[in-house]
């Protein structure tokens, strides 16, 4: 069993910073692809990016690409997301996700391991 905590949200403006923090239990975190994910109001819940194993690849969603940088941490047992240039459409509900398979299936969201509870980010004009 692994269990995500996130942490980091806030309320900023438009063109700030935030950066999100995953930490998880457990000894196994490195056995795990990581990923975060988001859910506006209203709508599905979508991928934003992902992290292999060793942290050495990643996989972005095209609407963060550029701004988003996500990084993991195994002696830590956490996962980061840093959100650069935040635009009002970022406003959501941001979880942390944990995938024993590879990073690159996580965008479709069908072997996802377990999920965190989500951190709020609301981005105002």
């Known amino acids: 069993q692994v269990q995500l905590v996130e942490s980091g949200g806030g309320l900023v403006q438009a063109g700030a910073s935030l950066r999100l923090s995953c930490a998880a239990s457990g000894r196994t975190f490195s056995l795990y692809a990581m990923g975060w994910f988001r859910q506006a109001p209203g709508k599905a819940r979508e991928f934003v990016a992902a992290i292999s194993r060793s942290g050495s690849s990643t996989d972005y969603a095209d609407s963060v690409k550029g701004r988003f940088t996500i990084s993991r941490d195994n002696a830590k047992n956490t996962v980061y997301l840093q959100m650069n240039s935040l635009k009002l459409d970022d406003t959501a509900l941001y979880y942390c996700?944990?995938?024993?398979?590879?990073?690159?299936?996580?965008?479709?969201?069908?072997?996802?391991?377990?999920w965190g509870q989500g951190t709020q980010v609301t981005v105002s004009s």
């Open positions: 996700a944990a995938d024993r398979g590879t990073y690159l299936t996580m965008r479709v969201m069908k072997s996802i391991d377990y």
